[in-house]
């Protein structure tokens, strides 16, 4: 994988064009804390990383379907207002869609408000859609996506995404090393990621998609492959995902 380097997302425009309005279902911005003590545990200074908390979007539980559902339920509206309102709306595979997409496009720009000097945005890929919004916010270059398995192409994915929306499309970074058996199985890498990130920071991740994304950022901060500052992780929610999962910890362990 490229390491990545200070470059703007020039490219990418930072206002979306036309008269739709999101529908409010969240809670924004939501915040961006440090997470000290996790940093120290990767080798990074204790300033160097940061978690946006998007499982704090405060609908049902929280996670990234928030902010694709504000710009859904307005297509949805919209759609019932100018026929009889029987119509039935789809929402698309995962809420991602060309126009659901621009939920994460605001996202990206509050973490840019919160943290500009956010260098590497680590985020989980399902069907795209995060990874897509704040790639037209940030740039190519700053966000990695760690595929969880969801889709066969997670790169094909997100591309269709922004190609579909009119926004142009670089090389992505995505890292699809921790999908190991499969989609719904939990690797060793996500399991040591979660309780490191549990132990450390009291932040609780998801064995499919958050607790997969911090495995990678994991990786990426130990393999050298970004630079150790300005690193943001986006926590996607998913927590419901703990619940249904056979998941249990692995016996005591002290933090590294
Ligand atoms: C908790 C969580 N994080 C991340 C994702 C991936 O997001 P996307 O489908 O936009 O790639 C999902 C998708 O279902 C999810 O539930």
């Excluded at 790639?135 to 994915?157: C, K, Y």
């Amino acid at each position: 994988m490229a390491r990545a380097t200070r470059k703007s997302g020039s490219r990418y425009s930072s206002c979306v064009t036309d008269s739709l309005t999101p529908v409010p279902l969240g809670t924004w911005p939501t915040p961006m804390e440090p997470m000290p003590r996790l940093a120290r545990a990767l080798g990074l200074r204790p300033q160097e990383l940061w978690i946006k908390r998007d499982d704090l979007t405060g609908l049902a539980g929280g996670g990234n379907k928030i902010r694709k559902l504000e710009w859904t339920v307005a297509a949805a509206l919209a759609d019932a207002l100018r026929s009889d309102g029987r119509k039935p709306y789809l929402i698309p595979f995962g809420g991602s869609s060309a126009l659901s997409i621009r939920g994460y496009h605001t996202a990206g720009l509050e973490i840019l408000a919160q943290q500009p000097e956010a260098l590497t945005v680590v985020t989980a890929v399902g069907s795209g859609g995060t990874m897509a919004g704040l790639v037209t916010a940030l740039g190519p270059h700053r966000v990695l996506g760690v595929s969880a398995g969801a889709v066969t192409d997670a790169r094909a994915a997100v591309a269709t995404l922004l190609r579909d929306g009119g926004w142009p499309v670089n090389e992505l970074r995505v890292d699809d090393r921790h999908i190991g058996a499969g989609y719904a199985t939990l690797t060793d890498a996500t399991r040591h990621a979660i309780e490191l990130a549990a132990r450390t920071e009291g932040i609780i991740l998801d064995p499919i998609y958050s607790g997969r994304a911090m495995a990678g950022l994991v990786a990426a901060v130990r393999g050298g492959e970004i630079l150790p500052v300005g690193v943001v992780f986006v926590h996607t929610g998913g927590l419901p995902g703990l619940f249904g999962h056979g998941w249990s910890p692995s016996p005591s362990r002290s933090p590294e």
